[in-house]
């Protein structure tokens, strides 16, 4: 019998839903989409507030702007401050940070559209690994790791008249950061601005096309005696170049979440704007019995939606964890909307996750054709981030990704349980345009269960690659930072020990040339490391290589029911010591056949991944050839080098083999598994090295290779010296 998830009362709906005509039809001009848009925008509730908001925005330097999902925040703040004379074009810029990358390049697609611009122009945006802007570019949507990284070349953002940080409630790592950065850069530019004004001789006029120039601060850290070191430790003097014409730096902070008297707080009690939104009632159903497979459920709960309700009443969200869960719903959904009984509906799944390319991406805010019902298969993205039009169902897997760090077993990346705040929001996605229903794969007892909220992000994981980016922007003290949540010195300590351990510190805590040169890489310092060690070995090529591959969720597909087909797919490109070089062995058969479809699906090749691999890996030839490194200085087919440079960045990540057969680590003596889909698996090799430990029902690493346990001692003398000396004895 086919199983089935079962929620009490659920209904077929009853009144239709108005869908409302969206983007869609063919594009005439930039100009006649703008207009046709303008209703839209002036529809939105955040509208009526507009005169406020800019009126905020001149007169304090900081504002917090609260305000519920799909109220208009992102693609209208951004706008009004465009429109009134916040930036100047060709000399400053507002810059609107997201914690994700599809959020920044679909909503800049969006305000490119809305504005009347081709997308790159006065709209752009710029995310790890992809520019979209120009000299001309007003409006740049970024990631917030993006803007810390421009913090490195520029410490105090010059180009920037207007930093709009989106999303603040989701407490992002970078965005934590980022906050303690923006507080300290605007005070800097605000005394910088002051001694500007102060130089100038009373005939000239400011420019007042600009209103940056003619603002008045409330509480622009005047109280600052001791200047510079206000916040403690950032050394800015002298650092910034020319500063003249320098203006104040606007910060918009913006939320979803009703909790922003914190950040008012932290920035000198900056004014709360409350924005009102629009939610119609949403009915709520729990599963009656716990899931015990959330993507089997997810899946027909999708279909039970699909067939019990009439297509025309919206379309259905579906919140999963990851890029592999949705991959994986996504198969079972093709394959039922395949076989669906005569004259049912068509069901388009629609995926939607961080790496999927720009051109896929569109897709999901598309109408679906007529007599087709779109099934949007998020990560939590959809949460707050992004607002899909026409969504009147919303399927609830109860669970979410997230990085998690114990400094005895290393970074990890687990699936959890998401917050009642979190379930909250993506119920609410079900109730944007009309009533709508929520379907929670979980029981109303598990519910109750949930935290409040999610601990913000700088409290739980791996700090090393932010510790790094701050000393290199000049902050000496970490410890001393002006965190909003500050994260727990064992954390901080932890990172600064692991960059010492890198060679990126040294004895003193001081940047050396090596951090530095680190610094530059948006990538996590282990993998700069590796890149660093593979240019004295030769084989540059590789190590990029394969750091690209690295970057994806998954390579290959393993379908539940084709298992085995599958693996034996995969054998092909297998090396015996492990994945990293399996990894590059489909990459260059990959190349061979130049990507070619029917090769990949014969081989289980994620092709979507690959070809994103291919351009993290042209954008990292791009920097390393900035930096003066060839990149394609190449071993061939003496691969072991490769693996002894990865041992450079990746020492921490080692386990040993024991006499039982189990592996521990060996920086916590932690028992780890090799996972399932790694070539290694199933095989006793002395030492090993991994990517990542990811927890399931147990500690699995991801990406494993066999090293020589000699290797490891030599690759990180600071930390294991002592074993090195007894293996040699
Ligand atoms: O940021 P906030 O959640 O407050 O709202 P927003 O992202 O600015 O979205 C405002 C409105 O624009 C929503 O009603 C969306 O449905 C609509 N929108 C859209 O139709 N297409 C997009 N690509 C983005 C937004
Ligand atoms: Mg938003």
Not at 147 to 172: C, N
Not at 358 to 372: H, I, L, Y
């Amino acid at each position: 019998m086919a199983k089935s998830v079962t929620f009490p009362d659920s209904e077929p709906l009853k009144e239709p839903l108005v869908h409302g005509k969206k983007n869609g039809g063919k594009r005439i001009d930039y100009k006649a989409q703008a207009q046709r848009l303008r209703a839209q925008r002036q529809a939105l509730p955040i509208y009526s507030a507009r005169q406020a908001i800019i009126q905020k925005i001149t007169d304090n330097p900081t504002v917090i702007i609260v305000g519920e999902t799909g109220s208009g925040k992102t693609t209208q703040i951004p706008q009004y401050l465009l429109e009134s004379g916040f930036t100047v074009k060709g000399q400053t810029t507002i810059a609107v940070t997201q914690p994700r990358r599809v959020a920044a390049t679909s909503i800049a697609k969006r305000v490119a559209e809305e504005v009347g611009t081709p997308l790159g122009g006065r709209v752009g945006y710029t995310i790890r690994f992809e520019d979209c802007s120009s000299a001309y570019t007003q409006l740049r949507f970024c990631t917030d790791g993006l803007l810390l990284r421009e913090i490195l070349a520029d410490p105090l953002l010059r180009r920037y008249s207007v930093v709009v940080l989106d999303e603040a409630h989701e407490r992002t790592l970078r965005t934590d950061i980022l906050l303690g950065m923006l507080k300290d850069i605007q005070r800097e530019r605000a005394r910088v601005a002051r001694l500007n004004r102060d130089a100038v001789p009373e005939t000239a006029e400011p420019d007042h096309r600009s209103r940056g120039t003619h603002m008045k601060f409330d509480n622009s850290g005047d109280q600052g005696t001791s200047g510079v070191g206000d916040s403690g430790t950032r050394v800015v003097d002298e650092t910034h170049g020319d500063v003249t014409g320098l203006d104040d730096l606007r910060i918009v902070v913006m939320s979803a979440t009703l909790d922003a008297e914190r950040f008012s707080e932290y920035f000198d009690n900056a004014p709360i704007l409350y924005v009102a939104g629009r939610q119609f009632p949403v009915s709520t159903y729990y599963t009656t019995t716990p899931q015990a497979d959330y993507l089997d459920s997810a899946h027909l709960a999708a279909l039970q939606i699909h067939m019990e309700t009439p297509s025309d009443s919206g379309d259905i969200l579906v919140f999963l964890a990851g890029q592999e869960d949705i991959e994986n719903v996504e198969r079972l959904l093709v394959e039922s909307a395949a076989n669906l009984p005569n004259g049912a509906p068509a069901l388009l799944p629609c995926p939607i996750f961080a790496a999927l390319p720009q051109a896929q991406q569109s897709k999901v805010f598309d109408p679906a054709p007529e007599f087709t019902r779109k099934v949007i298969l998020a990560t939590n993205i959809a949460e707050t981030s992004l607002t899909i039009p026409g969504i009147r169902h919303v399927v609830d897997s109860g669970v979410h990704k997230v990085r998690g760090f114990d400094p005895r077993v290393g970074e990890s990346l687990l699936v959890e349980p998401i917050s009642k705040s979190s379930a909250r929001q993506r119920t609410g996605r079900a109730g944007r345009e009309a009533a709508g229903f929520c379907y929670r794969l979980y029981t109303e007892a598990d519910y109750a269960q949930l935290a409040e909220d999610s601990v913000p992000e700088i409290k739980r994981c791996q700090l090393s690659m932010v510790v790094l980016q701050l000393k290199a922007s000049g902050v000496r003290d970490v410890l001393k930072f002006d965190f909003m949540d500050r994260p727990s010195k064992k954390a901080l300590k932890h990172a600064l020990l692991e960059l010492y351990a890198l060679d990126a510190l040294d004895d003193l805590g001081e940047l050396t040339k090596l951090g530095k040169w680190m610094a530059e890489f948006p990538l996590e310092p282990t993998y700069a490391k590796v890149i660093y060690a593979s240019v004295s070995a030769g084989c540059t090529r590789e190590a990029i290589d394969i750091v690209s591959l690295l970057s994806v969720d998954s390579l290959f597909y393993v379908p539940a029911d084709k298992r085995d087909e599958s693996n034996a797919a995969q054998m092909a490109f297998r090396s015996s010591e492990g994945d990293h070089l399996t990894y590059l062995n489909l990459l260059r058969a990959f190349n061979k056949v130049n990507g070619d479809k029917i090769w990949c699906q014969e081989h289980f090749v994620n092709r979507r991944n690959v070809k994103h691999v291919l351009d993290v890996r042209q954008q990292l030839n791009r920097l390393c050839t900035r930096l003066g490194i060839d990149t394609e200085l190449s071993c061939g087919t003496d691969l072991a080098n490769v693996l002894r440079c990865f041992l450079a960045g990746f020492f921490h990540n080692c386990a040993l083999l024991q006499p039982d057969g189990t592996y521990r680590s060996l920086n916590g003596s932690q028992i780890v598994h090799i996972h399932p889909a790694s070539s290694l698996f199933g095989k006793k090799t002395p030492a090993i090295f991994f990517d990542q430990l990811v927890f399931t029902n147990k500690l699995h690493a991801r990406a494993v290779s066999a090293v020589d346990a000699v290797w490891i001692a030599q690759a990180a003398p600071k930390l294991y010296g002592r074993m090195l000396a007894t293996s040699q004895k």
